[in-house]
């Protein structure tokens, strides 16, 4: 029998640290790379994010799962066999670039077609990194004998590898590299990281030589108690981070920063909690835990609308912060002994998963408010803490601390949910949401004489507006008044005769408020949802002779079609508060100037309180010959018109000399900003700060 070391050599240190570290690296590191390539193939929705978290919150799940049956049903001979053979399968796997054939078709269920996507293209190598650091620590553990407390350390230094991989996409990585080569790098390194695992591998092959079959060990045994409280304050911080993540995309922009601050804000409370008992002071959090959850609440029913993204960023990822350093806080004071950590790891990530299917695939079906869901998790939240907390002695949480802890959160409670959660007069005729989020039909009273106003909402987005005033419900109201610049386009090149028009995005349908007799409409919509309200809810399609609705990612259906030959190409797709990066790339211009006929416009709308996007489309538009202008219209309250951006982009220079084009101003495009394209785009650069 081999000896038994009673502290691992500076060696075995080195190799087990730099092979956990560069596993979690690898592990939090190839998330936003693959969702950032597959996002343009279902129309930069915001929900493709949060069905990627899912996928890899199940995967992470399944990777504690392979690490807890091998260390504990499979005989200590096999287990650094079975491992290096899973190892050499995953190369197979390499490089991770999707497959053009997972390309949506027409009416694809978007989320089980994502699932299955990643699990063909990044699903074993996946499932070997989130198992590199429950099985490694197991492995150790049980080499050196004794309960070593250094172990749970190990966890701590994984999720700082994990941090590091998130912060350094934003600043290092998307702003320098295109997507395909991040693939590539990304590969070379996981091949390193798979000799150092195979390495770790081979040394521990001995690892549990006094054990020669594998079974339950003294101290193995946990109350169910504890194991459902390990479940749910895994599930409910992992259901806040889809859920916020969630708001901020749809209410900000669909932007890989917005992706990466609530998942490493999340995965600092894991650091701060795992990484000593002392940075976890209960009466410091749950003194701060009424306030966070108050500053959630008034987020979402009350948005911080006149308060610049930043700040929106700062106080609802420190109210998340808050609300996961206490579930986090709590895990890591329940934590077992040693022995017993990869059923522990497997309760955490069999609870994170749960909590974050709870929220892309269950919460869509049960709540229609986002108002609703938030409260429902911050209930939660504060009442199983405190439910942990109360099962400490006295000596240390006096009684009167838990009394005035737990009025002062229902103070809270009471008082947010006594503010109004609509605007004044605001009537909601219709909730309803699915994979790409929640729709609204408000009723709002006009600001003109008498009337009202129909308004088609996405959160906090408005995608519509149409007055309910017989004689005129045809008339353009929102972002698409006449003085706007998709309004002046179409109005002067009706004169030449009959148009055909195309609008990539649907929303209420008010473009086609525009339509004259044998004029034609095709709009591009991915959201069948939002097809449904359009013709059922609204008016405007019914006042042209022509329309017809495309389903599915605009770019997918009009590289299929043949040409158009459209007089004008309205770009009016919106993903939160911005147009989706794909549409907006030097591919996406050359398949709209297939589609405009010569002489043709292309409209684009650039309304956006976060991300200056007008240089983005002028610089495009210059590469390819075109002339680009922006024309601004101001908003009139008593007409319940707008204000709007939009850049005009013709290919004839002297289109904006006529009297029409008198406002179209040039646009400046900053310097070294260069053209997006389907592997690059930079997002951070072009931020309004």
């Avoid at 994984?158 to 996409?169: D, E, P, T």
């Avoid at 045809?474 to 005769?497: D, H, K, N, T």
Wanted: proline residues 6%; contains cysteine.
């Amino acid at each position: 029998m081999p000896r038994l070391l009673r502290k691992p050599n500076a060696g075995e240190q080195i190799l087990v640290a730099a092979t956990i570290f560069l596993g979690a690296l690898l592990l939090f590191a190839v998330q936003p790379l693959i969702a950032k390539i597959i996002l343009p193939w279902f129309g930069g929705a915001a929900g493709v994010w949060l069905a990627c978290l899912v996928f890899f919150q199940a995967a992470l799940l399944a990777g504690y799962l392979y690490a807890h049956l091998l260390t504990r049903t499979v005989a200590h001979p096999f287990q650094w066999r079975v491992h290096l053979g899973v190892l050499a399968l995953s190369l197979l796997f390499l490089p991770i670039i999707p497959a053009e054939v997972w390309k949506p078709l027409e009416n694809a269920a978007p989320l089980a077609l994502i699932l299955m996507l990643l699990s063909a293209t990044v699903g074993v190598p996946f499932l070997v990194l989130a198992s590199t650091g429950p099985l490694v620590q197991a492995w150790m553990s049980r080499r050196h004998e004794s309960a070593n407390p250094s172990v749970y350390r190990l966890y701590a230094l994984s999720n700082v590898g994990s941090l590091l991989a998130l912060l350094s996409y934003p600043i290092l990585i998307e702003p320098w590299l295109s997507t395909d080569v991040h693939a590539w790098c990304w590969s070379s390194v996981y091949f390193v990281f798979a000799m150092l695992s195979a390495s770790v591998a081979w040394r521990y092959r001995n690892a549990i030589a006094e054990k020669s079959t594998p079974g339950i060990e003294p101290g193995d045994r946990v109350d169910f108690a504890d194991r459902l409280l390990w479940f749910v304050l895994a599930a409910l911080p992992s259901a806040l981070l889809l859920a916020a993540t969630n708001h901020m995309l749809r209410n900000i922009a669909a932007i890989p920063l917005l992706w990466i601050v609530p998942l490493s804000l999340y995965l600092l409370s894991f650091i701060v909690a795992f990484d000593n008992p002392r940075w976890y002071y209960r009466p410091l959090w749950y003194g701060v835990l009424p306030l966070a959850i108050g500053t959630i609440l008034l987020s979402v029913a009350a948005p911080l609308l006149s308060v610049g993204y930043i700040a929106q960023l700062v106080v609802q990822a420190g109210a998340l912060f808050i609300c996961c350093m206490v579930c986090h806080g709590e895990l890591a004071w329940l934590k077992p002994a040693p022995r017993g950590l990869t059923s522990y790891y497997l309760t955490i990530a069999g609870g994170g998963a749960a909590g974050g299917l709870s929220i892309a695939v269950i919460a869509p079906a049960i709540f229609a408010y986002d108002l609703d869901l938030a409260i429902v998790l911050l209930v939660l939240t504060a009442f199983v803490g405190f439910l942990t907390w109360w099962r400490l002695p006295p000596h240390i949480v006096p009684s009167w601390v838990r009394v005035n802890s737990a009025f002062l959160i229902l103070g809270v409670w009471t008082a947010v949910l006594a503010i109004p959660l609509r605007s004044p007069g605001r009537e909601t005729l219709i909730a309803v949401r699915n994979f790409y989020g929640p729709l609204q039909v408000n009723v709002t009273p006009a600001n003109d004489a008498g009337g009202e106003y129909l308004e088609l909402r996405n959160g906090n987005i408005m995608h519509g507006r149409e007055s309910t005033t017989q004689g005129s419900r045809c008339e353009p109201l929102s972002y698409y008044g006449r003085a706007s610049g998709v309004g002046v386009a179409i109005q002067e090149a009706s004169r030449s005769g009959p148009l055909k028009i195309g609008v990539i995005g649907l929303g209420a349908g008010t473009i086609a408020g525009y339509a004259r007799v044998q004029d034609a409409f095709r709009f591009y919509e991915l959201n069948p949802l939002v097809a449904t309200i359009a013709g059922r809810d609204f008016q405007y399609l019914a006042c042209a002779e022509s329309t017809s609705v495309a389903l599915g990612d605009a770019r997918l259906s009009l590289e299929r079609e043949a040409p158009n030959e459209f007089d004008i190409l309205a770009v009016d797709a919106f993903t939160s508060d911005a147009i989706p990066v794909h549409l907006l790339t030097r591919e996406a211009f050359a398949v709209y100037w297939r589609h405009i006929k010569e002489g043709g416009v292309l409209a684009v709308h650039v309304s956006n309180r976060y991300v200056d996007l007008a240089p983005i489309v002028a610089r495009a538009a210059a590469e390819s010959g075109h002339s680009a202008r922006l024309m601004t219209s101001s908003a009139n309250a008593n007409t319940g018109v707008s204000s709007s951006d939009w850049v005009l982009v013709a290919e004839k220079p002297g289109f904006f000399a006529v009297p029409a084009f008198r406002t179209a101003k040039p646009i400046e495009a900053a310097r070294g900003i260069p053209v997006w394209t389907d592997n690059y785009s930079n997002v951070w650069r072009a931020l309004k700060w």
